[in-house]
């Protein structure tokens, strides 16, 4: 794709694609997903989208000016779609818990493009939205603004860093995930407790809990060690 992307106040509506469409960001966004989620990165370019999509793939140039700004949008998207449905309780522990297992969940349900956008820092309307959100939670709990803006990076760092992890999980091969989860049984569970006495006494629940994401529990550790930083006085959050 090149810089030819139209202004969106400009698009004209044009007649509708093979498929009887009528062309759209959203609805190019929605058919890069589904085409991302079959094909990997490979999908994102302007023959399939086009071919996908029924149309010209110099169409696609009239709404994003290249493929980067095509990633951003789904990782946007991404984002938005966590989102949906989300109400603040006024409770800051759990409007944050809710934010961050909405988050790691909805990466999680597109693999592939959570692999390519999940680090991305896209300035469009549903990431500012986001983190308008998150910081608001965590000023009217009573952190101060230096605080705020330290916790609500380390938050959303580690929602995505695991989001990316187990988005990469996810996004491999059948039989190259199934071969992970074996190493488990077949490696770690055949050690000698004279040699890994740790891992030999433990592993039944390390078997347990490897094989899910541990991003839960970390998302816990985290909220804890935020209202521990909380002034004296800023408590209404806690459980």
Do not use: C
Not at 101 to 114: D, E, G, T, V
Not at 148 to 153: E, G, K, L, M, S
Not at 197 to 208: E, M, N, Q, S
Not at 212 to 218: C, K, L, T, V, W
């Amino acid at each position: 794709m090149s810089e030819r992307v139209v202004p969106e106040g400009s698009r004209q509506r044009r007649r509708p694609t093979k498929q009887g469409a009528v062309l759209s960001e959203q609805l190019i966004v929605d058919t890069a997903l589904r085409l991302v989620a079959q094909h990997g990165a490979e999908a994102l370019s302007v023959r399939r989208l086009g071919a996908a999509l029924g149309a010209d793939p110099s169409a696609l140039y009239r709404y994003f000016r290249n493929t980067d700004a095509l990633l951003l949008a789904l990782a946007d998207e991404l984002i938005g779609r966590a989102q949906e449905g989300y109400t603040e309780t006024g409770d800051w522990r759990e409007d944050l818990r809710s934010m961050g297992l909405r988050i790691h969940a909805r990466y999680l349900s597109h693999p592939q493009a959570a692999v390519l956008a999940a680090h991305r820092t896209t300035g469009r309307r549903h990431e500012t939205q986001a983190v308008e959100r998150i910081l608001g939670i965590l000023r009217k709990a009573g952190f101060p603004d230096a605080l705020a803006v330290r916790t609500y990076h380390a938050f959303v760092d580690q929602a995505l860093a695991f989001a990316a992890q187990d988005a990469a999980a996810l996004a491999l091969p059948t039989a190259a995930r199934e071969a992970d989860e074996t190493v488990w049984h077949e490696v770690y569970g055949r050690l000698s407790p004279d040699t890994h006495p740790h891992i030999a006494a433990t592993f039944p629940l390390l078997a347990v809990d490897m094989v899910g994401s541990g991003y839960p529990f970390a998302l816990e550790l985290m909220l804890g060690s935020m209202a521990a930083l909380l002034p004296p006085g800023e408590e209404s959050g806690r459980e």
